[in-house]
């Protein structure tokens, strides 16, 4: 089994900035794709961005220019820095990775954009 652990959700203005961690345990061992999708309230879940082992990315139209994914091979750590936050970036933010072909989930981390 995998577990992920996500942190770093939270309420933040328009405009702001938020970084999401996310750390994968247990059997890890050939870790693939790492990364992250949301879920909006009454929403179905979509991708996000993800980066592969050797760092190619890929970004949902939405979020291009404004999140970067990054990941520490060593940490098996995946990060998101989302920055020019918008009211429309409201979601459940859920941790994805793929070992040997099986993909795994975090339990989702709340990102909520308000004035």
């Known amino acids: 089994q995998v577990q992920l652990g996500e942190s770093g959700g939270g309420l933040v203005q328009p405009g702001g900035s938020l970084r999401l961690s996310c750390a994968a345990s247990g059997r890890i061992f050939g870790i693939a794709t790492m990364g992250w999708y949301r879920q909006p309230q009454g929403k179905q879940r979509v991708l996000v961005a993800t980066?592969?082992?050797?760092?190619?990315?890929n970004y949902a139209d939405s979020v291009k220019g404004r999140f970067t994914v990054s990941r520490d091979n060593a940490k098996n750590t995946v990060y998101l820095q989302m920055n020019s936050l918008k009211p429309e970036d409201t979601a459940v933010y859920y941790c994805y990775a793929r070992v040997l072909g099986i993909p795994y989930w975090g339990q989702g981390t709340q990102v909520t954009v308000s004035s």
């Open positions: 980066i592969t082992r050797d760092t190619s990315t």
